[in-house]
């Protein structure tokens, strides 16, 4: 049973009495630093396990100037792939003994700034951040401008010196669009919650997100190769709200030259254009194709299964970990693919 | 355009040199304590401000003996309503100021014990700790033996002095049972990732997480009010691995007198006795029932709806920080429950 009444945590100084040597032994012997016998080594570590005490990391960040932490900030998490992710990250700190520090963006740039600034605060000794809005990134230029390593986590940033860890949406995109196309689609919608409702798209334009940019623009690809002029019309990007993105999807369906395929940027948002599809009594894929970027395992669970496009989510998490601690470890950084895979959602346009 | 060469962090006495004060006063005004003219402290700010300087955690740690961090400890953090607890945490945390230090458990105890060792050396000012095993904690004691806040997520440690967050899970069980009782089931089947496969369950059985217990033993109680012995034969607890949980609910399919309805203690397990139930050709619910714990956007989307078993995971994850941040404050532990939402995958059983 445990006492109730909390006892101060053990020092090297308790450590050091209960083995019977100096304080200056103990701590040699707990940092594991200076000669030292191996037989009282041995005795100051047992004492240390009987008394459960900690090395003081405070003090050793003094020292040392690391606080043997891997820092995180993140845009959102409810985002279901993000804890695939995360667990890479994860796994790859605690391969390295590093504990992990989350802050949540939110979304939001002043969040953000927050975030890192705590994170800088605690010296941690590498950071990974999935950035906000790529036109706001001056506190982003800070952390590599102190020294501390960053790894950009999908989202680029012009002219910040950091990799990215980010799959190549592009070449995903295209292929798909590809298949669309053999199949007689002409017009493909595709819906991303940017929180930009008024924005009409036209290929070229700087979004806030390199990653949905990528997609936008890997799907039009092929358009262009071909000839065909790409739906440019049939773009939406709502707030990031289960009523807008179900408007953006009416607002679609509803237009003079409706689209026959439907894209969501992600699980979230697909989820949503399944229940407009289905309101609407529409058939899959007989009256529209349906396709959604991350292969969350539900896809394959509702009928017709959907096509996704897939990425390596916990490789990828593990590799921007382990270049945050370690960015002398990586020579060239490794490129990530995404995979199309088709399942029953697509189909023959209607003619 | 960020300088690709490592300039040092500002410290205090650069903030010092700029707004032309002695390094004290610096100090005093950054830290916010102490008597100092408002006008030297407005210019001391501006200094800080215009060189980007962070506090240093680490020297703020060793004076005050707080690092103004959350402690989390996890199991498994893939199980997709975990992010949605996580982010209540978080959320909590930030209304505090203060980091998350996050470290996963992996489901074993020995990984346990070195993320909780991790997190008390970086003397987290709480700590929140989803038990991998309740019968192994002599390393949570010390948690509160030290004096550090301590908040148990979701499983109950016996004779350890900490709050646990969790939700009634005996209600919600029970009344499934009612309602598949009243439809004619007797026969109802239950499947939970504990590894211990060999295992034939009892009644009362002490299983290595109270939450499961709880699961079981509610679905069980109904049975016993009725007059009818439960089917403890029909509890399966494989290893978390969807072969394993497949050739569970095969078994319980192939038995001599098999179930009429199935639950799945979680959606990931959900997920695997879908596709058995799919893969046997078995119609749902005319011809086997379905329910799972956790309400996942994708319960609604699959066909026919699954009956699920729902918590607030958000507000459970909120309160639990809030409480280990400040333990004084709470002078109840809320109760949370969880709510039956009964969908199309429920139905009357077959004659």
């Keep these: 049973m445990a006492s109730s009444v909390p006892t101060k945590p053990p020092t090297a100084a308790d450590v050091a009495t209960l083995a019977g040597v100096s304080k200056a032994t103990a701590t040699r012997a707990l940092g594991g630093y200076g000669r030292i016998n191996e037989e009282t080594k041995r005795r100051v570590l047992a004492a240390a396990n009987q008394l459960g005490y900690h090395p003081n990391a405070a003090a050793q960040t003094m020292n040392t100037g690391r606080s043997g932490s891997l820092g995180i900030v993140a845009r959102g998490i409810t985002n279901p792939v993000w804890p695939v992710a995360f667990q890479g990250m994860v796994d790859a700190a605690r391969l390295q003994g590093l504990a992990v520090l989350f802050a949540g963006s939110g979304f939001e740039v002043s969040e953000e700034r927050k975030a890192i600034r705590l994170l800088l605060g ?33 989202r680029r940033v012009p002219g910040l010196d950091a990799p990215v860890i980010e799959a190549d949406m592009r070449q995903a995109s295209s292929e798909l669009t590809r298949r669309l196309l053999d199949l007689g689609h002409r017009r493909i919608g595709f819906v991303s919650s940017l929180a930009m409702p008024q924005a009409a798209y036209s290929i070229g334009a700087e979004l806030p997100a390199s990653i949905i940019q990528d997609k936008v623009e890997g799907l039009f690809t092929p358009f262009s190769e071909a000839g065909i002029a790409p739906p440019v019309d049939l773009v939406r990007f709502p707030e990031r709200d289960r009523d807008a993105i179900a408007a953006a999807y009416h607002s679609l369906l509803d237009g003079p030259n409706p689209p026959t395929a439907l894209i969501a940027s992600d699980s979230q948002i697909a989820e949503t254009m399944l229940d407009v599809v289905r309101s609407r009594g529409l058939r899959i894929p007989g009256e529209v194709s349906l396709a959604m970027y991350d292969d969350l395992s539900w896809a394959r669970l509702v009928d017709p299964p959907l096509t996704v496009i897939a990425q390596p989510d916990y490789d990828m ?15 060239t950084l490794p490129s990530f693919s995404a995979r199309l895979i088709l399942r029953g959602s697509v189909g023959r346009a209607q003619d």
Tied chains: 1, 2.
């Design 317 to 331: 998490g593990k590799c921007a970990a382990e270049l945050a601690m370690n960015p002398a470890g990586a020579s």
């Design 122 to 154: 605690k010296q941690v000794d590498g950071l990974i951040v999935s950035a906000a809005d790529r036109r706001d990134v001056e506190h982003l230029q800070r952390i590599t401008a102190v020294g501390t390593p960053l790894v950009l986590w999908e």
